[in-house]
């Protein structure tokens, strides 16, 4: 880790670590589109949608980069 505690360099989150953050911020988001769409229809279905999308880029990212590496 570069610098000190608290501070964070690019380079020291490894793939799958922002691969799991991508998946979870996803996640996030549809939920969030989720409890909107009570009060706002379209607007909740349009985060599902977006949520959705977002959750499920990690996996098929991930499934690239291992065959990219050949692993």
């Given at each position: 880790?570069?610098?000190s505690?608290?501070?964070?360099?690019?380079?020291?989150i490894?793939?799958?670590?922002?691969?799991?953050?991508?998946?979870?911020?996803?996640?996030?988001?549809?939920?969030?589109?989720?409890?909107?769409?009570?009060?706002?229809?379209?607007?909740?279905?349009?985060?599902?949608?977006?949520?959705?999308?977002?959750?499920?880029?990690?996996?098929?990212?991930?499934?690239?980069?291992?065959?990219?590496?050949?692993?």
């Open positions: 880790m570069s610098g505690e608290g501070d964070y360099a690019p380079t020291d490894e793939p799958i670590g922002g691969m799991i953050a991508v998946a979870f911020t996803g996640a996030v988001i549809g939920l969030v589109g989720a409890g909107v769409a009570f009060f706002v229809d379209d607007l909740g279905l349009a985060l599902i949608g977006v949520g959705a999308v977002v959750a499920l880029s990690s996996p098929i990212a991930y499934i690239r980069l291992r065959r990219l590496r050949g692993s």
